[in-house]
């Protein structure tokens, strides 16, 4: 079965200061998705970062970056210049591209706080 | 994308009664969950939402407590039934779709039962 941790139940950064959150998963397929999702107080979560198994190339999006290593099976998130709107719990996901079931598996979370 | 429009947002409920939290998606979806999230933790996977048939149950979750249904795609209702004190909790309606993958949330449902 499919496993996601998240070795870092909280991490700190100072403001536009860069902090890497660590993720790690395992699975026997060779084809799947991973994403990061960051929860705010408010509670919703959203997609931050998406990076399919098959692309070399990490995913970026503005501020965020991953670090997707397939033969470590890590993914780590870095988020540059830090900002205060950042600090939230980030959840790491894994999920299938083919096996059909489609179910998302999360790992436990990160939670981040940014010191002004 | 797609946004996910759920209700009640919380609500305060005495033991032994019921309540239903629908969750309605504002786009065709092709799979549609849903979770538990206690404050502070992870998210756990209580069913797949099937459009059409019976739900899709995760170890530890049964049908008889949680009836869901989805009678089409862009709608899926979650039941907590004869609720206690232990079912206190954020309930999460998330969908999306194949591809691109992407798994889309609502605001939650905070419960508390009394």
């Known amino acids: 079965a499919q496993t996601v941790t998240q070795s870092q139940p909280e991490m700190s950064v100072q403001e536009a200061e860069t902090v890497t959150l660590s993720c790690t998963y395992d699975?026997?397929?060779?084809?799947?998705?991973l994403f990061w999702y960051k929860q705010p107080p408010s509670r919703q979560m959203i997609l931050v970062i998406r990076?399919?198994?098959?692309?070399?190339q990490n995913a970026t999006e503005n501020r965020f970056s991953v670090n997707f290593q397939k033969a470590a099976k890590s993914f780590s998130l870095k988020i540059s210049d830090s900002q205060l709107g950042d600090a939230a719990m980030y959840f790491c996901?894994?999920?299938?591209?083919?096996?059909?079931?489609?179910?998302?598996?999360f790992g436990t979370g990160t939670r981040l706080k940014v010191l002004a | 994308s797609a946004v996910i429009s759920q209700k009640p947002s919380r609500d305060i409920c005495q033991r032994g009664t019921s309540l239903t939290i629908q969750c309605q998606v504002d786009?065709?979806?092709?799979?549609m969950f849903w979770y538990r999230q206690q404050p502070g933790q992870s998210l756990t996977l209580i069913a797949t939402?099937?459009?059409?048939?019976?739900?899709?149950?995760e170890s530890g979750f049964v049908i008889d407590k949680f009836p869901i249904s989805r009678p089409n795609l862009t709608f899926s209702t979650l039941t907590v039934s004869n609720m206690s004190p232990e079912d206190s909790s954020i309930y999460l309606c998330?969908?999306?779709?194949?591809?691109?993958?992407?798994?889309?949330f609502g605001e939650g449902s905070r419960l508390t039962v009394l």
């Open positions: 990076q399919e198994a098959y692309k070399q």
């Open positions: 996901a894994y999920r299938d591209a083919t096996s059909g079931t489609y179910k998302y598996i």
């Open positions: 786009s065709q979806v092709t799979m």
């Open positions: 699975t026997s397929e060779s084809d799947y998705y």
């Open positions: 998330s969908a999306g779709t194949t591809f691109p993958g992407e798994l889309f």
């Open positions: 939402a099937n459009q059409g048939s019976e739900a899709t149950y």
